[in-house]
């Protein structure tokens, strides 16, 4: 039996997590579960999977969760970063799941504590790659992708010698503005951007996907993962978000997973591995498919993904910066405040400005963090 | 420094093995070259590589070599059935490239002699692939498949778990006809298949193409060098020929191998694993493809398909009956003896009046292939 902490629990990673956990119960269990502030999806997930501690994120809510409990539940109640902390020390096994800057200081502690992690929270290998692959390979644990390109690669990579590679292929989608001509995107509503063609994911990450700055943050957390330097990734768009990502040999050979498009292969495959869960998932019906294609991005369209590969190879905290400035900026866009343009114009000015600090401490990096999320905020007002 | 001994140096296999030879002579060396006719090849061969042992067909083509080959030369040149089973025991590695029945014993001569295989030659294992691979087994060596279908599937299953495994997708180009009119069949000259739009090729092996019979022989193969029944192996047409051939597992997850249709990766493969060299190979170049398609093969406009499925399945000697009978009615058809169509035909006419020996021996796998051969000449008169 596995033990699961699943920060962020009732999101879209969560939330598969746990239907997983339900397909497999003799495999599974869950310690805790941590949300933000869905209460009520919380509540149900308690009465449904015991987990022995459960976070909010403030005493309001706690109380709140109290209320909507039967009074039999035996459940402990944590709320705020301390919650969080002690619920990702909990188990055999920690899924990152929370979106944003606030999934890595838990992740950070689950890995002090041991504990393997699932990881689906981009913005701790963005902001801390070193740091946090360094404790990792200190404390001896795995940290096994959930995001789905991710796990491609991992899973491209298996029984292959590390020396053999020759590059990384990162897929994208493209988003849902692959084929609009630039001089439009000023008039993008956030509307227009959150009907993703293939993926159900939050409006954080769908706006990131519009952007590719998604598929930037991916490449900066792929050099941490696979430890491999930005200009040995290449992203590759690929509209049917059938091949989730390649990895070419330098015999020419190139690997690929393909699946079709469901989250649940990629987080099983986190919880699992080495092993493969039978998920009686589809296999992609190749006979009736229209055909696979691909293109170059283009970063004069998309300037988040060329902004993202010059922080990765600046580093520092430069990645930290950039990640904190889109994601003020992306807020800022969801809530009809900037343009669509506006998003990497302003990620651009924010890391302009930033005099990148070598070797980060993680004090560094959170203040970095801090500071670009405040100089977007004074471009705003 | 690895030793090869290339049973077959002379055709499109055999060169393009010497031809990594030639690269990587750090790794690379040449026990034995055998051929069958071609001598002035062979001769040059044998002043590049410098082998112990040459073999060819018989006496005749023995003293045409020596005539070739300087007064100096300390080749030892041998000929016939008892030529070709000693190049077979020579080396650390036996890259066995002819083709035809030729093949199969040879191979088994190395497998007695403990050396690994780098199987290029389909008949081996389409005749006496129980007996093969037992023998392998039994041995101790490793048979590392040069197919490129077979080396993707092999490349695809590296990392992963046996049980794991849900079926192998077996990618086929679909041959000069795919897109023909069936009733136009019968007006097929030798000269139209022989235009095989993406690999270059031996002529067997291009009619094998143009009837799909070329890949029902590899389901028999990878039946047996994967050791999964052919209900688990599925044909998908990809007239592109860059995915090689797929495997997909049971969480739904496709692993792929992909790369430019050029048989020196595949080859290079068998020769090196589990490492890769670097062959200066392109990558597929993604951006600049028009798509990646698939389809079902149509069994009906090629029923050679159909009948190596059911060759398959009922096993014993009927798969060497199919190639036996299929290795008569091609150079029939190239021999402008019979129509195209007359090719399934001939072999579904000689499989019908066959009966199965379960579980067959050497001896009588040899006399099914002999007697299929007679009952298509006995058509063809």
């Known amino acids: 039996?596995?033990?699961?902490?699943?920060?962020?629990?009732?999101?879209?990673i969560g939330r598969n997590t746990l239907s997983i956990v339900k397909m497999f119960p003799e495999r599974f269990a869950v310690s805790a579960l941590a949300a933000k502030e869905n209460v009520a999806l919380l509540a149900?997930?308690?009465?449904?999977?015991?987990p022995e501690i459960a976070v909010v994120f403030d005493e309001q809510r706690a109380a709140e969760l109290k209320k909507r409990l039967p009074a039999t539940s035996h459940v402990e109640i944590l709320y705020g970063e301390e919650g969080y902390e002690t619920a990702a020390i909990q188990g055999d096994m920690v899924v990152t799941a929370v979106s944003g800057a606030a999934g890595l200081l838990p992740t950070l502690a689950a890995i002090d504590a041991g504990k393997d992690i699932a990881l689906a929270n981009k913005e701790t290998l963005v902001m801390a790659g070193e740091i946090v692959m360094k404790r990792a390979a200190e404390k001896g644990i795995k940290i096994l992708p959930v995001d789905s390109e991710h796990s491609a690669i991992?899973?491209?990579?298996?029984?292959?010698?590390?020396?053999?590679m020759d590059k990384i292929l990162l897929t994208a989608s493209g988003g849902p503005f692959l084929n609009r001509p630039k001089q439009e995107f000023a008039d993008i509503k956030p509307e227009d951007a959150l009907r993703h063609p293939t993926w159900q994911m939050g409006k954080k990450i769908t706006i990131d996907s519009a952007t590719l700055m998604n598929k930037g943050l991916e490449v900066i957390e792929a050099?941490?993962?696979f430890n491999v330097s930005q200009d040995r990734i290449e992203v590759v768009v690929h509209p049917q978000s059938i091949i989730h990502s390649?990895?070419?040999?330098?015999?020419?050979?190139?690997?690929?997973?393909?699946?079709?498009p469901d989250m649940k292969g990629a987080i099983a495959y986190a919880l699992?591995?080495?092993?493969?869960?039978?998920?009686?998932?589809?296999?992609?019906d190749f006979a009736n498919m229209t055909g696979l294609t691909f293109q170059k991005p283009d970063t004069n369209k998309f300037p988040c993904l060329a902004l993202a590969f010059k922080a990765c190879e600046q580093g520092g905290t430069l990645p930290a910066v950039l990640n904190a400035a889109n994601e003020v900026?992306?807020?800022?866009?969801?809530?009809?405040?900037?343009?669509?343009?506006?998003?990497p114009a302003m990620i651009e000015k924010v890391m302009e400005r930033h005099t990148v600090i070598r070797n980060p401490s993680l004090s560094d990096i959170l203040e970095a963090d801090r500071l670009a999320r405040e100089a977007v905020e004074t471009h705003l007002t």
């Open 1 to 12: 039996m596995k033990y699961l902490s699943i920060l962020g629990s009732t999101g879209s």
């Open 44 to 50: 149900e997930q308690i009465g449904q999977f015991s």
């Open 154 to 164: 991992f899973q491209c990579l298996a029984g292959q010698r590390k020396e053999d």
């Open 223 to 225: 050099k941490w993962l």
């Open 246 to 260: 390649m990895v070419a040999y330098k015999d020419g050979s190139v690997i690929a997973q393909l699946g079709i």
């Open 272 to 284: 699992s591995w080495p092993e493969r869960l039978p998920l009686k998932q589809p296999v992609p």
């Open 329 to 343: 900026a992306v807020y800022a866009f969801l809530n009809h405040r900037i343009s669509f343009p506006d998003i």
